[in-house]
């Protein structure tokens, strides 16, 4: 409903419902709308034609305000101007460490809409394109042609950065209207990515085949969500070579260079990462499924979503021993979760090693900004020692070395 409406005239979203890494809450960001979740009745307490202020900042909903809060919002929203037009003065700057560490900042993207500025946002690439978002806005199957001139928009728009497209990731709370919906009791653990793909290898099929002929010429990087074996990531990869066979066979262009991967967002996969690191091209780690299931806590749940910090040592640790794994073996790693996008757990994952995120296109400003004023070398080593020593929330303790080392967070 949320891609339903139009972009302009929505300045906020209000929820009943919701939680902070729910998908409704992702495409609010993506689209640099504030939103506000968990408000019982709260459709009740507003009427039409009311004024309301939303701070997404504060989670804070305001409803008829008086002329005072107006004066003071209409500071705070010119304070936020001021810190946008910081933002684009460091634009074509390089996200580069204060001690020399060029770190890469992508864009997380589903809609041609978050693409729009691409040129404007000064990001490396696209580190997650999730290829279901235009499927959810449609009231039918893409076929492989529609699927194609959309990739090949997706590719104009980046203008010759790299573009790393995930496949279709239905299921889930991700509906299709008109696809098959399994009645799982679990439906983020149920029959959804890829498992979807095992027993509906046409789906998947067709898509790599326009992802393939979308891309040629070009770089074709793709990747397979929800990976729990490696069998599955070479069920992929098997796909994806029958599709480059195909064209090759037709005759038609292929893209200049083709790289598979897997993202890291079931926990099993950890115990694989030996075997795993042999067959992929690049890993790139999703936070949210992945400590959700870590955790057992579901993302799209409010009541246990704040239980589990991801600044603690255990979600920090895992995070070090897949950095320290692919380091080792050469593997080209990313973070594309939205735990990147804030800049202080984005400044915990430098420290544990991740040098390449992937964040909601109004999070690169501020990632740019913090990148550019830590020194790398004493933050992994106070990292190092925090995470060995320390138990509990450790956000509190990565704040003041923020503030006491100038960090802008
Ligand atoms: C993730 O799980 O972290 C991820 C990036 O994928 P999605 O949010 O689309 O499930
Ligand atoms: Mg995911």
Not at 80 to 86: E, L, V
Not at 267 to 282: H, M, N, R, T, V
Not at 312 to 335: D, F, I, K, N, Y
Not at 368 to 377: D, G, H, I, N, W
Request: contains cysteine.
């Amino acid at each position: 409903q949320l891609l339903d409406y139009h972009r302009g005239p929505l300045k906020a979203v209000v929820l009943e419902e919701g939680a902070p890494h729910s998908h409704v809450a992702i495409v609010a960001r993506a689209l640099d709308v504030p939103i506000v979740g968990q408000l019982r009745d709260v459709a009740q307490r507003i009427e039409p034609g009311d004024l309301v202020i939303v701070d997404g900042d504060h989670a804070q909903v305001l409803v008829r305000p008086s002329e005072d809060v107006r004066h003071i919002y209409r500071r705070s929203l010119l304070a936020r101007d001021a810190r946008r037009a910081r933002y684009v003065a460091v634009r074509h700057l390089p996200p580069t460490t204060r001690d020399g560490v060029r770190v890469s900042i992508n864009v997380n993207a589903g809609l041609l809409v978050d693409l729009q500025n691409f040129a404007e946002l000064g990001a490396d690439g696209v580190g997650l394109y999730r290829t279901e978002v235009p499927f959810m806005m449609r009231t039918d199957l893409p076929d492989v042609d529609s699927q194609r001139e959309l990739y090949e928009a997706v590719i104009a728009a980046v203008e010759g950065k790299p573009v790393i497209f995930r496949t279709l990731d239905i299921g889930g709370d991700k509906v299709l209207p008109y696809w098959e919906q399994a009645e799982d009791e679990n439906p983020a653990m149920g029959w959804r990515a890829i498992r979807v793909a095992f027993d509906r290898p046409a789906l998947l099929r067709q898509q790599l085949q326009a992802l393939v002929q979308a891309t040629a010429g070009h770089e074709l990087s793709v990747m397979f969500p929800m990976i729990a074996t490696c069998e599955e990531f070479r069920f992929g990869r098997r796909l994806l070579d029958q599709a480059l066979a195909r064209e090759r066979r037709c005759g038609r262009p292929l893209p200049t260079r083709v790289r598979c991967g897997a993202m890291l967002e079931v926990p099993a996969l950890l115990y694989q990462l030996e075997p795993l690191l042999a067959d992929i091209d690049f890993l790139s780690v999703g936070t949210n499924d992945l400590f959700q299931f870590l955790f057992a806590s579901d993302r799209g749940s409010y009541r246990v979503s704040h239980h589990y910090d991801v600044l603690s040592p255990v979600p920090l640790t895992v995070l070090r021993t897949v950095a320290e794994h692919c380091r080792q073996r050469g593997v080209p790693l990313g973070l594309c979760g939205e735990m990147a996008g804030q800049p202080l757990d984005a400044m915990a994952l430098l420290g544990v090693g991740f040098e390449d995120l992937s964040v909601a296109p109004p999070a690169v400003g501020p990632l740019k900004e913090m990148v550019r004023s830590l020194a790398l070398t004493p933050l992994k080593q106070f990292l190092d020692q925090l995470t060995s020593r320390q138990h509990g929330n450790l956000r509190p303790i990565l704040r003041a070395y923020a503030r006491d080392h100038d960090i802008v967070i």
